[in-house]
């Protein structure tokens, strides 16, 4: 099947034609003709199926058959997760309506002064292109009119969920016409994207073309287990000297994970650069500038900055570290084998991370294959732990955290013991054992006195009469005497009553002036300095002066 089967304008085959599309792939070949009625999608695709031609096609066919754009106003909205898949958006844009006569595209997107945006609104948009925060901002300071807006695309609906933007996004629907056509690609229509959907979309035909469970036919997993961060270092390296790499992009989860590595890689002797949502855009367009030049061979990236990438020569897709979502690491490895080429994607893991191999596996419904590089193999294997008999968490070889030999496992039928048939078992709880490997050789020192357990117990009253009783060198010590000095519990005839007793010195009087020796305070009426009293009044004040 060609284009010129689907329906589209003329100009739009003839733009085709000269970029070199010849043939459409299978989502454009369902989508475009459903598009061209005016239903409402949701569309399931994998990256690098087509997915921008299979909106934007239908849209710019809208927009060719107007007799004149003139004052309209923007026809078409199209909201992205990120900055790159926006700006990958418009560039698609504008190579397939370069037939259009005086076709306006417009791009909005966070990280780019506002200036240059102000601008290009002020004049008319035909299609724009926004991400969702960047937009709201433009719309509250009503510079952007989305009254004529006849197709609305969500594109990577569930990623822009992801990231916060379901209340900007039913804020800029809402400022749309009722009657639009809502084009929505997702990978997952589960749980919130479902309920978006339900409320954005008018009864919506689904088409699944490739769904994210579905294998990469065109792409070579691989699992690499390595026994810490320094091994996995070992490991990127040798895979990035491979003489079959042209470019390889290396996700790590953190921005951080990203600059360091790309500043490890760069220390080695790589051509090597990070991307993350921390750099400005003009960090980030010459990045991917020289990606696309051929000028950067690895491109170190966090999953949300390296959605939208789409440069063919990247062969390799490494996973330093693991996705948090199953669902990204089918996005991640989606950026090699673009436009029908073959990709090698890697994943390193360590063995405590075998939980979410298995999760991804669960998510793809295929299995990752393990290999060994010789010369790299990791010294823990994948059967080591508790139930190979490996150290447990007991903390003995072969234990586990109770004790039991590696291995056990109370499904398989063991003969259990009881308490007698064990050996020592009536034996006292405290102390060694006779047949105790501890019981001999421990020491020098003299062995404890046996104990008689079925000895009478002290009673409460003889302790407690032993422990009250004086200590005999203290009761041999001849007491001190001192004179004046009456106990107590002295006999009352010893004690004399307290007006018996000597009266306490009388204190001498403070001196109050300076003039007897003292700091004089704050005081009124002091005889040894003029001051203010209550005498006469000092002409012109209502205060007084002596």
Known sequence: MSFDSLGLSPVLLAALNKAGFTQPTPVQTEAIPKALEGKDLIVSAQTGSGKTAAFML??????????????????????????????????????????????????????????????????????????PGRLIDHLNARRVNLSRVHTLVLDEADRMLDMGFIEDIENIVAQTPSDRQTLMFSATFEGTVARMAADMLENPERIDIAN??????NITQTLLYADDSGHKLR????????????????????????????????????????????????????????????RLRVLVATDVAARGIDV?????????????????????????GRAGRNGQAFTLA?????????????????????????????????????????????????????????????????????????????????????DSRFAEGRSDRP?????????????????????????????????????????????????????????????????STRSDGGFGGDRHGRSDKPGFSRGKKKPGSSRTWA
């Open 312 to 336: 063919q020569g990247i062969s390799h897709a490494i996973n330093f570290d693991l996705p948090m979502q199953a669902e990204d690491y089918v996005h991640r490895i989606g950026r090699t």
């Open 235 to 294: 490991l990127l390296g040798h895979l990035l000297r491979d003489a079959s790499m042209d470019q390889a992009i290396v996700f790590t989860s953190t921005k951080r994970g990203a600059d360091a590595l790309a500043e490890r890689l760069e220390d080695e002797g790589f051509a090597a650069s990070a991307l993350h949502g921390d750099m400005n855009q003009r960090q980030r367009t010459r990045t991917l500038g020289m990606l696309q030049k051929g």
């Open 58 to 131: 239908p849209s710019l066919h809208r927009i060719a058959g107007m007799p004149g754009n003139k004052g309209v106003g923007v026809q078409v909205l199209v909201l992205t997760p990120t900055r790159e898949l926006a700006l990958q958006v418009a560039e698609a844009t504008k190579s397939y309506g370069a037939g259009i006569n005086d076709l306006r595209i417009a791009t909005v997107v966070g990280g780019m002064p506002y200036g240059a945006q102000i601008k290009a609104l002020s004049r008319r948009v035909d299609v724009l292109v926004a991400t």
């Open 350 to 434: 360590t063995h405590g991370e075998r939980h979410k191999i298995r999760r991804i596996e669960q998510f793809t419904g295929q299995p990752m294959p393990a290999e060994v590089i010789p010369g790299l193999e990791p010294v823990k294997t994948a059967e080591s732990g508790r139930g190979a008999g490996g150290k447990g968490r007991g903390g003995k070889p072969g234990g586990s955290r109770h004790g039991r030999p590696g291995g056990y496992s109370r499904e398989k039928d063991h003969a259990r013991s009881g308490f007698s048939h064990r050996k020592g078992g009536n034996a006292p709880s405290y102390g060694a054992r006779e």
């Open 447 to 511: 062995a404890r006195a046996a104990r008689t357990y079925d000895a009478p117990r002290e009673s409460l009253i003889d302790r407690a009469a032993t422990s009250l009783s004086r200590n005999p060198f203290a009761s041999d010590r001849p007491r001190t005497e001192r004179s004046g000095f009456v106990r107590a519990d002295a006999a009352p005839a010893a004690r004399k009553p307290r007006s018996e007793f000597a009266p306490a010195p009388s204190r001498k009087p403070r001196p």
């Open 212 to 217: 994210q469970k579905q294998k990469h036919a």
